[in-house]
């Protein structure tokens, strides 16, 4: 829908029940805005409410039938939503540790298999694909069991504990070699860590707009209102592998990856909230750590599941839960050009690309990239005339055939998957195994750092192919 043009200089006057009322240009710009908002709202309402009810898809007859590993929180967004609309996958069989709730899970989301213990699910063969959404510290276990079993796995992240246990389950001979993206060896399993902000086309079109060798400082945020999550759960038990850094942290870690396209030297500094008394003090509740990258750059992270303050009246509202949208800030170098029109003067650009609500961008994002220009004199760097330039992007599909605006990060993800089980290219992103053992040691390192316990193997034993693993550096 297109605005109606507006560009009038000279103030006008309509009529209405026979008074005139007088619009200048500064009402009709409010107008303008008001109806452009309105426009937005609108078209935000509609795209999540057609991507909450995607259209049911007829099923190929070799689509891929894919249990689930417990009766998650996620796996009704991360799995069985973005199914329905997939012709390729069948959301076939859940299982769960209580009979009874899966049962009643599986009749809230019409799947027609309960099996009554994980290893059940993975016993049947006429299961193809596994989705592990299970506590972290389960991750490493029931993936390895699935390969093994011969199945696909749909791992949620972050893979593993520790980077350990990533190393072991990616260099597994079982699955594709982990070094190789995309079109697997058909006789291999495909195991994916499951960063679905990564298959979204909003993730790629940030990437494109970032100069990675010229990176200054990047930053990555993601914080969660205190009191959202109840004391109990699963990601404040160190026993289960919690934490902050593995939760939200992973998020911001896999963004500060990416953006430089570079493992970082080293954590230069790593600092943790721990668990209020009476908690698990093993566990953080919040972490910010920065990393020293190759190009020279810093990366710095700040997670926090208990997030409060940032209002005025700070004596007052200090303790108040704080509402911040998950972002990511990327400033590069000054540029500096040579402006012969302009004797003596040069430019000099530093350009800073911000991704508001990066991890939920199928909801609504928007990606800033600001640049401040200085005109200024070369002799003495005085300032001659400085001026902002401001674009914004939003993406929510590819600008070829992958995907539809309702498609979430996890529908994207999932077409993903799919392509890579069947040898097929999609769009291209894919995270490999080498990447997601990366991933876990960047974790650790700022576990370390912090001077945190890492997150604790598994005791599962992996005795058919213990000490196989592909040894690499
Ligand atoms: N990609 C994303 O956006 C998100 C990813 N996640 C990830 O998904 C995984 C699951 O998270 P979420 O769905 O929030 O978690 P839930 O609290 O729903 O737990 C998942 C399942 O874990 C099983 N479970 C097994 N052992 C235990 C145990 N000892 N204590 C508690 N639960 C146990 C339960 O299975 P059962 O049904 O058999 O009882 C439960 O259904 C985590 O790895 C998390 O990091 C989480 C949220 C978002
Ligand atoms: O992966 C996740 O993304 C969404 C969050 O709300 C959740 O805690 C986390 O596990």
Redesign the pocket.
Known sequence: MSLPDVSITEPISLHRTGEPIRLTDLDLQAAQAAQALMISFAQWANRNWRSLRPVESAKKPDALRLGL???????P??AILPAKSHPEVIVAAV????PE??QA?AKLHGIPIVHLS?QALLDDSAIDVVY????????YEWAMKALKAGKHVLL???STSNASEARTLFRNPLVADSAETIVHDKASLVILD???VRFHPAWQKFLSLIDSSTIAEAISTHHLPKGSLPDD???F?YA?SGGCL??FG?YNVQTLRQVFGAEPIECVEANARRMPAGLDKNIDQAFAATWRFPNGGSGSIVSDFAATGGYPLQWLTKGLPAFKLPMCSVRHREKIIQRPDLQDMEEAITKTVIFWNF?FASIWHRIDVVEEHFLRHTADGRIHRKWVDKEYFKQYKYTDSHGDDTWT??RYQLEQFVNQVRGRRGSGVWIDGEDSIRQMEMIDQAYQKAGMLLRPSSSYKDDQHEGESIVRS
């Open positions: 590993l417990g009766a998650s929180k996620i796996a967004f991360a299982a769960a540790r209580d709730r899966a899970y994980y592990v959404a299970l506590p972290i510290s389960l991750h949620e992240k972050p499951a960063v679905h759960d699963i990601r038990q289960l593995m939760d992973s991890t990060t996890y």
